[in-house]
């Protein structure tokens, strides 16, 4: 069955880097776009990069663009997202998506705390 | 600040009808698809709408969706209180070349 699963994440503080992992399992990676998508403890839901099938046309969130960097490694089925320069206001818990119809799939995601 | 604009909070008793809006731009909502998502406490997001109206396997057809210009709308019909949850829409926004997401509504069933 389809599934997705994030790993990677962790405590680290500001400034700091930390590259999250979105496992694929139950279909081929190759053939799907891929959204990370965020959410604060206690708030909403939103959007932060999405990984294109050829890697060339990904496209970030403004408050992470220059700082998150999205890749993928199709043999090994995995979307990465590569964060840098963390902010206290990265904090969150990261989740992959599987863009189909909509967002059909979701991982249950892994929290990244920047905190000095 | 979000980019689409959702109420914070709708209610309404078991098994009547209540209506969730999510506005937002001809740059958004008015001129890309939109999607709507159910997020139980402590659980992923769950897709119940995608293009506007659609529903995907699955999903009861107490579910609706619609759009018009650049508003949508997500129905629910026959409330049940396992349908106490958060709902956010998400549309692609041409001019930002990102997904902007509403800032969510929390439903309650009375």
């Known amino acids: 069955q389809v599934q997705l699963v994030e790993s990677g994440g962790g405590v680290v503080q500001p400034g700091r880097s930390l590259r999250l992992s979105c496992a694929a399992s139950g279909f081929t990676l190759s053939n799907y776009i891929i959204h990370w998508v965020r959410q604060a403890p206690g708030e909403g839901l939103e959007w932060v990069a999405v990984?294109?099938?050829?890697?060339?046309?990904?496209h970030y969130a403004e408050s992470v663009k220059g700082r998150f960097t999205v890749s993928r490694d199709n043999s090994k089925n995995t979307v990465y997202l590569q964060m840098d320069s963390l902010r206290i206001d990265d904090t969150a818990f990261y989740h992959c998506a599987r863009q189909l119809q909509g967002l059909d799939h979701w991982g249950r995601g892994t929290l990244v705390t920047v905190s000095s | 600040q979000s980019v689409l604009t959702q109420p914070p909070s709708v209610s309404a008793a078991p098994g009547q009808k209540v209506t969730i809006s999510c506005s937002g731009s001809s740059s958004n909502i008015g001129n890309n698809d939109v999607s709507w998502y159910q997020q139980l406490p402590g659980t992923a997001p769950k897709l119940l709408i995608y293009d506007d109206n659609k529903r995907p396997s699955g999903i009861p057809d107490r579910f609706s969706g619609s759009k018009s210009g650049t508003s949508a709308t997500l129905a629910i019909t026959g409330l049940q209180t396992g349908d106490e949850a958060d709902y956010y829409c998400?549309?692609?926004?041409?001019?930002?070349?990102?997904?902007?997401f509403g800032g969510g509504t929390k439903l309650t069933v009375l």
């Open positions: 990984s294109s099938i050829d890697g060339r046309t990904d």
């Open positions: 998400i549309a692609w926004d041409t001019s930002l070349t990102a997904g902007v």
